[in-house]
């Protein structure tokens, strides 16, 4: 079936077409333009997240402090096997109208969440996966973070200057994802995803193809989040609010991607509409880390290309 996002939550387009056929007197059919969706219709929530942590000698993090701004709090709380923690959501008035996007705020705190555990590993010395193993009880996240890697090929990969690798990993929904990237990034250039490989768990899998379908698809609908879709405004006004000028996924944007599917025969199905998108942009990110050293930290990535020094 069709489906929007969590655009038809607020139903604006029908509270207009209400008020038309009231005056009216009759009914009324309202199709709003492409333009007008994107100056009427609602935003994405913005928001900003302060993470800091602990790591004590040897590897393990010993502390972990969260505090999401305003985007939401799905999947806020982290599923590392961490002694001292604090998660807190702060809600914020917006000057925009704001609304659900595909994982709510999943993707945002999974984002600055795996970007910060690469970030922790490289100040380490210790490589990405291993420290994500080493700080991991949750044996299902455990599952995705090896089957991915062993398909992408991870204890072999390395990173040379100009392209890299990258892995995140994340849980929303009962539902379990981990995403190998490899990444072509040149400072001065826009990057290119050359490869991804999936895991995924949901419990027992009902229909295979189905599951590859909603996997794939949203890695594509990620693909644009995570480096070039935005809102672009200049004095209160929407300058991109056609698709020729809103910049979208193309086919020669597409990567080469490969899917796990892990089948737990022994748990309840659980969906698989939102969860499989959460880990792409944080390991794009950080294979554009391992490519060029710079540690980006909000989303899209590089809608302009990367910086050239």
């Known amino acids: 079936m069709g489906s929007a996002y969590g655009g038809k939550h607020t139903g604006e387009a029908a509270l207009e077409a209400a008020r038309l056929a009231r005056a009216a007197g009759k009914p009324v059919k309202l199709v709003w333009s ?25 590897g393990s993090v ?23 923690t604090k998660h807190e959501f702060h809600a914020a008035l917006s000057p925009l109208r704001q609304g659900s996007y595909r994982a709510l705020a999943a993707t945002a705190n999974i984002f600055a969440r795996e970007c910060h555990m690469t970030d922790l590993a490289l100040a380490c010395g210790q ?12 044996q299902r996240l455990q599952a995705v973070l090896q089957a991915a890697a062993q398909r992408f090929g991870w204890a072999k990969a390395k990173s040379r200057p100009g392209q890299g ?47 590859k379908n909603q996997i794939e698809g949203a890695l594509m609908m990620s693909l644009g989040g995570a480096l070039f879709e935005r809102i672009e405004f200049d004095k209160g006004k929407i300058l991109n609010g056609s698709l020729s000028a809103y910049r979208v996924p193309r086919f020669k944007d597409m990567p080469v991607m490969e899917t796990v599917l892990v089948d737990r025969k022994d748990l309840t199905s659980a969906g698989a509409g939102e969860t499989p998108m959460v880990a792409l942009a944080p390991a794009v990110r950080n294979a554009i880390l391992s490519a060029t050293g710079i540690q980006l930290r909000s989303l899209p990535l590089a809608p302009n290309g990367l910086a050239s020094s």
């Open 34 to 58: 492409r333009e007008e969706e994107f100056t009427w219709a609602y935003f994405r929530p913005a928001g900003v997240i302060e993470i800091s942590a602990g790591v004590a000698r040897g």
């Open 62 to 84: 010993t502390a972990w402090e969260c505090h999401n701004y305003n985007s939401g709090a799905s999947a806020l709380s982290t599923p590392y096997d961490i002694p001292n």
């Open 127 to 138: 490589d990405p996966l291993e420290f994500r193993l080493r700080n991991l009880k949750d």
């Open 165 to 211: 690798i990258g892995i995140a990993c994340g849980t929303e929904k009962g539902s379990y994802v981990a995403a190998c990237a490899e990444v072509l990034a040149e400072r001065g250039k826009a990057p290119r995803v050359l490869r991804v490989v999936t895991a995924f768990e949901c419990g027992a899998i009902l229909n295979p193809d189905h599951l």
